[in-house]
């Protein structure tokens, strides 16, 4: 496609509801990464991913958490059991080469936990 | 751990009048640095980045950044803004001495442009 595309735009989850956010990235683009923009902050990372591999996941806020892109194109960040404080804007961006080429950011999947 | 200050939250400015939107980072031997934007209800637009080389980089919009090492700063500016120019700014930077890691942003300036 001609961007990062992110689905759904916007999820509202009961507390203690799993939620799969879903990102396509730029097509043929090797790097994928998943940050988290809570309200009036900065973008916060959570995880990486070159090709099908996930080299860091150290952002990770929790083993509620889960990413995958198992066939190194499409990636889904699952949360389990969500919580009040997962609600957030959460950033798919991806590049065509490692952590310091240009990624390319998708408008976001906006989640509120009521 | 890297991390990086944006000083003003938020700065207005009159349509046509210079700004400049400040960034310090702490202190490394070797960092890229970056200006995103973001729209209302958008995602990240890369704005400009220092990889290596001149320490003045010109980006898109009219927008261009001086890297300073001595000051660890890298301060966004721009001559005369419109008021399409009103958006949220974010610093970020990459430590490279950590080898890869990931970019780590500032909290963000908002840019509001009077008419």
């Known amino acids: 496609g001609a961007g990062v595309s992110q689905s759904p735009r916007y999820k509202v989850a009961k507390r203690g509801q799993d939620v799969a956010l879903r990102c396509d990235p730029i097509?043929?683009?090797?790097?994928l990464f998943w940050y988290q923009q809570a309200l009036g902050q900065g973008p916060e990372f959570l995880t990486y991913?070159?090709?099908?591999?996930?080299?860091?996941k150290s952002g990770l806020p929790s083993d509620r958490f889960f990413a995958e892109r198992p066939e190194g194109s499409v990636s889904t960040l699952k949360i389990q059991r969500t919580q009040q404080e997962d609600s957030a804007v959460y950033l798919c961006?991806?590049?065509?080469?490692?952590?310091?080429?240009?990624?390319?950011f998708g408008q976001g999947t906006r989640l509120t936990v009521v | 751990a890297q991390s990086v200050t944006q000083l003003d939250s938020q700065v207005p400015v009159f349509e046509e009048a210079p700004v400049e939107l400040r960034c310090n980072y702490s202190?490394?031997?070797?960092?890229?640095l970056f200006w995103y934007v973001q729209y209302p209800n958008q995602g990240l637009q890369l704005l400009l980045k220092y990889l290596s080389g001149s320490t003045l980089v010109k980006g898109i919009n009219g927008f261009e950044a001086e890297f300073n090492k001595s000051q660890t700063s890298f301060h966004l500016r721009k001559p005369s803004v419109h008021i399409s120019d009103t958006a949220e700014y974010f610093c970020?930077?990459?430590?490279?001495?950590?080898?890869?890691?990931?970019?780590?942003f500032g909290k963000g300036t908002r840019l509001s442009v009077i008419a």
């Open positions: 991913f070159q090709n099908e591999a996930q080299l860091d």
């Open positions: 097509s043929g683009h090797v790097s």
């Open positions: 970020a930077v990459s430590d490279l001495t950590a080898g890869n890691t990931p970019l780590v």
């Open positions: 961006a991806s590049s065509s080469g490692t952590w310091n080429t240009e990624a390319f």
């Open positions: 202190s490394s031997v070797s960092v890229y």
